[in-house]
């Protein structure tokens, strides 16, 4: 393929939707957008790279889909409505059938979340995505790492685990001499692949959290990890119920109890959102999930002592594994 | 190595300077931020690959310099005031040797105009930089691509061709056995070393261009394909007068002029700015070059005829190769 970069701009160009304050996207120096007045900017930026963050054989969609969800969800986990992307695309040589079916995932997130690409570039480079969200918050709505209050539930959306459970699957059929996401026999599960390949960023519940919810932060770390983040960003500890994490019928079924709950505490890639809440407004939260039909569960309590300890009924609860680490 | 992204990211907070705009910067899941009333804002994200848009052995401080130069000169080409960046920067391993060096280059840039770095991710992955930045600009005050008109004045400031020369000169060096930016014995040139590893965005004369030039581009791919876009963006041509183009004494000195006129026309990654005008407003462009002490040269003029057509006092001029296309 001898693709030039402009060619494939020239693609992406033609798929993409606008919004009315864009008032200027792909094709200058730069875009030109309209804050809406009175609301705050709230922008997030990360990356994927090939056998860091997917695996060698994930389809173009899945990873289109992902990057753009990785990023909604950090949105998400500030309460904030998203509006407009930028994209860096870096790849071996110029691939159009790649970039199509790349922008068959991407696109199709971005128009469920109203979201414009406004600009961005393709480079020339290992296989690498670079994704800038940006959305509107009012200000003091934001849910912040640093607002948990001693004494506040800890809840946390739909399910954990099922990504890290994909990934163990996939990692168990790579192993068995398989190639990418064709796992081992009695071991493939869909419904899990989708967590890890295609993840929903809860960005319906957290806008309806917004004035209800404190503190919050998206599980990619590790829920553990995560909770150590707001914990420590907000000079208070937490304590755990393992035995309340919520797991899928999928992860139920395939893995053993004490598998699931390392997945659950541990696995990270999940994206839900875990938040706090003073237990004066469960009934308000339970009013959100209900109206964007994204379950929550109440897993925990905030504490004075520093720290995040974790228990089942069985007692005190240490985890299998640290949280995913990048370079560890 | 192995030093956790936590600990990467930590060494970065220590050292980014704030704005009193910054609502909230690095260390949660986004930014908060917030835009001037009455201003746009303008975005733009560019990336750098090793071995692509830097050489192997490039210092640390030179690849950090450039990430942030490379995107400062997009908003320079709208005419916007810088802001706010955000960074994601993959690494094999985690060095903070190597994080250090980085920020000593970008960091001085970013002091240089004032930008606050508020967010991104570091992770594993290839040598890759990728930057977002931010800045604004007055409603309907923005430089943009598709303003020239015909009978436009075509101006561009500072030298072309140094940087493309001194890849030139590294790989010839390379070429010769040496590695990285040794040159070959007679090549080195520290002078047109700096351009090609510390452009110099030209946000000044962007901003001091508001209201007088129309349409503008920052040379990145090299000069006849910026006036390219600038001209199919305005459904316009253009006419470039070869010998007007400004050289550097470095270069002068180096090569010869029918190598020099190739450099200049088509070598890119000069990162100036190449504008469009009307003739009657010469004294207010040049009090803009004053004013910014940023030269700026005639050039050409915008035509009805599309495309770009070059040439010297001896006829017409053809580029003897094609300007920095990506996965060519």
Chains 1, 2 share one sequence.
Not at 156 to 165: E, K, Q, R, W
Not at 174 to 197: E, I, M
Request: aromatic fraction near 6%.
């Amino acid at each position: 393929m001898s693709t030039a970069e402009f060619d494939l701009i020239a693609r992406i160009r033609a798929r993409v939707a606008s919004r009315d304050d864009v008032v200027l996207g792909i094709g200058d120096d730069a875009a030109l957008l309209q804050v809406p007045a009175g609301q705050q900017l709230v922008v997030s930026m990360d990356t994927l790279n090939l056998g860091v963050h997917f695996p060698e054989d994930t389809a173009p969609a899945d990873i289109g889909w992902k990057a753009l969800a990785v990023n909604l969800s950090d949105l998400a986990a500030m309460g904030a409505a998203p509006a407009w992307c930028t994209l860096s695309l870096s790849m071996p040589q110029a691939d159009a059938a790649f970039v199509d079916g790349f922008l068959d995932g991407f696109l199709a997130l971005a128009q469920q979340h109203a979201v414009a690409l406004v600009g961005g570039d393709t480079t020339r480079g290992p296989l690498s995505v670079c994704v800038t969200v940006h959305g509107f918050v009012e200000p003091g709505m934001a849910l912040r790492r640093d607002a948990a209050r001693v004494g506040d539930d800890l809840w946390v959306s739909g399910t954990l685990g099922d990504a890290a459970a994909a990934l163990v699957q996939w990692k168990a059929g790579a192993k068995g001499g398989q190639s990418g996401l064709s796992f081992a026999k009695g071991h493939s599960d869909p419904l899990l692949l989708a967590r890890l390949n295609r993840p929903t960023p809860r960005v319906a519940l957290g806008r309806a959290l917004r004035g209800i919810a404190l503190a919050c932060v998206d599980v990619s770390d590790g829920l553990l990890a995560d909770i150590g983040h707001v914990c420590e960003t907000s000079g208070v500890g937490a304590q755990v119920d393992i035995d309340a994490l919520p797991a899928s019928e999928a992860l139920r079924t395939v893995f053993d109890r004490q598998t699931r709950h390392g997945l659950q505490a541990t696995g990270g890639d999940d994206y839900e959102l875990c938040f706090t809440a003073s237990p004066d407004v469960r009934d308000a939260i339970e009013a959100a999930s209900r109206d964007t039909t994204t379950a929550v569960t109440r897993i925990g309590v905030i504490v004075a002592t520093p720290g995040v300890t974790a228990r089942t009924a069985e007692g005190a609860w240490s985890a299998p594994a640290a949280g995913w680490v990048h370079f560890s």
